[in-house]
């Protein structure tokens, strides 16, 4: 209400004005033939006072007053004229208008800004919005009210293929006596999945996850985050975002888990750390990769949001190759240990590139990221040190540098 009050007051004011300063300014005026003879009085005056001086001769005065005079009867007609035309009746219609034109002008101005602005809104500083971010995300709904919710607004699903769906019963079936049957629950989850039923899927996979045991790796955790998020109708719960976690754990880059987790940023007001977490991640992808599609759908409006106005999305040509068949099936044979050991090894290389040839911040913002999630903060802390001096004159890597520093603990 107050800045009702205070825009309606420095409207009016300004209208006012504006209102005074079109009256004033016709006050007194008349029309050109008055002023003309005003200007001719003077100048018969000057004559004579030339005559008295000797300035100019009798004669010569004599027929600059001739001349004058039939300028004077001259304006005076046409002044007569305009007295009974009424002429000086445009001058106060163009006043009029204007007036009107000020008046629309700050009428306009306002019914603009209720339209499209934010009336009734205080001023949100960035330590309120921080502070109503962090609101959201530690009041957020649980995974079991959310997928409630998903559920009460789903669709009816489609037809299903009788044969398979007879299939699909007998897999159930024989599951309930077979509870350690590893593929048996791989199988399940992915079929329940295929289906829409994401929180059977969801029970299946972890029932994978307790059979892996130890064995567990991040794909395992960030497919359980998944069919949890898509079984929630896109929203990341609590519950989801521990399993995301417990995937960036086991592999920081895992292109799945760090797709979702920026989702989850985006979804409690924190664009600026889904910037952090998406733009790296599009850097490093590969082009069939599956994120890869709604990261370029919305990475520029996340862009806008967190403030990095000079982002552009790479060019898909740019995109680097991710690992070959091989690599994965030998990933997939590791322990623990030995993956840990691997994913040290590829954040060691991205550290040796970008110390021998450079380069973009996002590269380096994952370097930094990376370093935090495998606990080395000592090397997170000197990469955020050296990238402050490569980019420090560009603001919006800096931010995603920081907000990456900040991620890993290290930033001041």
């Given amino acids: 209400m107050a800045f009702w009050i205070a825009a309606a007051g420095i409207g009016l004011a300004v209208t006012v004005l504006l209102l005074l300063a079109l009256l004033r300014g016709r006050a007194g005026d008349g029309p ?28 010569e005065a004599g027929r600059l007053r ?26 106060r219609r163009i006043t009029l208008a204007m ?24 001023d949100l500083p960035i330590a309120g919005r921080l502070a109503a971010s962090e609101e959201v995300y530690r009041t957020r709904p649980s995974q079991a009210g959310a997928e409630a919710a998903a559920a009460a607004r789903a669709p009816a699903p489609g037809p299903v293929d009788p044969a398979f769906s007879a299939l699909m019963d ?8 077979r509870p350690d049957d590893l593929e048996g629950h791989r199988l399940l989850a992915r079929n329940e999945s295929g289906l829409g039923n994401y929180v059977a899927a969801a029970a299946a996979q972890r029932r994978v996850i307790a059979i892996l045991g130890d064995s567990v790796n991040a794909d ?28 960036l754990q ?22 600026d750390r889904t910037f952090s977490l998406w733009a790296p991640l599009l850097d490093r992808s590969q082009p069939d990769d599956l994120w890869v599609a709604p990261l ?56 040796d590139r970008l110390a021998t040839q450079g380069g973009s911040a996002g590269e380096w913002a994952r370097l930094i990221t990376a370093y935090g999630v495998l606990g080395e903060t000592d090397r997170a802390r000197a990469i955020w040190a050296e990238a402050q001096q490569l980019f420090g004159d560009r603001a919006a890597d800096i931010d995603m540098l920081r907000a990456a520093a900040a991620q890993a603990g290290v930033a001041e």
Wanted: proline share 7%.
């Fill in 32 to 59: 050109p033939a008055a002023y003309d003879l005003r200007v001719y009085r003077d100048q018969l005056r000057e004559v004579d006072r030339d005559l008295a001086r000797g300035v100019i001769a009798p004669a």
């Fill in 66 to 91: 001739t001349e004058v005079a039939r300028r004077v009867l001259e304006a005076d007609r046409a002044l007569g004229d305009d007295a009974r035309t009424g002429d000086d009746a445009a001058p």
């Fill in 99 to 122: 007036a009107g034109v000020v008046a629309a002008v700050m009428l306009g101005g306002v019914w603009t800004y209720a339209r499209l602005g934010a009336p009734g809104y205080p």
């Fill in 170 to 177: 007998q897999l159930r079936r024989a599951l309930k006596d």
């Fill in 220 to 247: 395992d955790h960030a497919m359980l985050a998944e069919m949890m998020i898509l079984g929630a109708g896109g929203y990341v719960s609590p519950e989801a975002e521990a399993e995301i976690t417990r995937a």
């Fill in 250 to 271: 086991r592999d920081p880059l895992n292109g799945t888990a760090t797709y979702y987790a920026g989702l989850m940023f985006a979804q409690v007001g924190r664009p």
């Fill in 296 to 351: 370029r759908a919305q990475l520029m409006q996340v862009a806008s949001e967190a403030g990095e106005d000079n982002y552009a999305l790479p060019d898909a040509a740019d995109m680097p190759p991710g690992p070959d068949a091989d690599a994965v099936a030998a990933a997939a044979e590791m322990t623990p240990e030995q993956r840990q050991e691997m994913v040290r090894g590829m954040v060691a290389q991205l550290s």
